[in-house]
T-cell receptor, first 113, second 113 residues
């Protein structure tokens, strides 16, 4: 089955700096890669996603890049703000089998004001 | 439009007790999922239902049963709770019609003593 590894487990940045979180996946059949943000006491919320036919996608201060050959994808947050502080999860799924998400272990991002 | 709702929010059980976690979605989604979240391990799939009337095992199904009662509702049952089932449980749903986005509920925090 799919295995998704996520690094780092914790990340502390100063307000206004950029933050980068990286994930690798094992199943070459995976073709959908979402990123979720989870605030304390709440369920994960989708912030951006990318399909394997696209190398990069941006949405305001958030971007995701995908390298299919190397089987890794990254989340980039620019001009970080204190409200970006949360736990971020990457995930992967394919169009075959369960079509369910396999999640990384999460990154706790702390933006220092 | 409430999205995905879960009840209860919190529950404390004694070892051996049984209980059912309820999940409902009002988005007319075909697919529904149950995940558990443990510290440092991300979310792991327990069971899923690709459509009304079907259920399948995920990564960690042992000790759980599910019922897809109708298109809206997907319940998770613990027949004989064990301390290892202490976790936060999330329900999610997905349209299944040309989109991969999963929407998560707020979670149920379960403690088994």
């Amino acid at each position: 089955g799919e295995n998704v590894e996520q690094h780092p487990s914790t990340l502390s940045v100063q307000e206004g700096d950029s933050a980068v979180i990286k994930c690798t996946y094992s199943d070459s059949a995976s073709n959908y890669f979402p990123w979720y943000k989870q605030e304390l006491g709440k369920g994960p919320q989708l912030i951006i996603d990318i399909r394997s036919n696209v190398g990069e996608k941006k949405d305001q201060r958030i971007a995701v890049t995908l390298n299919k050959t190397a089987k890794h994808f990254s989340l980039h947050i620019t001009e970080t703000q204190p409200e970006d502080s949360a736990v971020y999860f990457c995930a992967a799924s394919s169009d075959t089998g369960r079509r369910a998400l396999t999640f990384g272990s999460g990154t706790r991002l702390q933006v220092q004001p | 439009n409430a999205g995905v709702t879960q009840t209860p929010k919190f529950q404390v059980l004694k070892t051996g007790q049984s209980m059912t976690l309820q999940c409902a979605q009002d988005m007319n989604h075909n697919s529904m999922y149950w995940y558990r979240q443990d510290p440092g391990m991300g979310l792991r799939l327990i069971y899923y239902s690709a459509s009304e009337g079907t259920t399948d095992k995920g990564e960690v199904p042992n000790g759980y049963n599910v019922s897809r009662l109708n298109k809206r509702e997907f319940s998770l049952r613990l027949e004989s709770a064990a301390p290892s089932q202490t976790s936060v449980y999330f329900c999610a749903s997905k349209s299944g019609r040309g989109t991969d986005t999963q929407y998560f509920g707020p979670g149920t925090r379960l403690t088994v003593l």
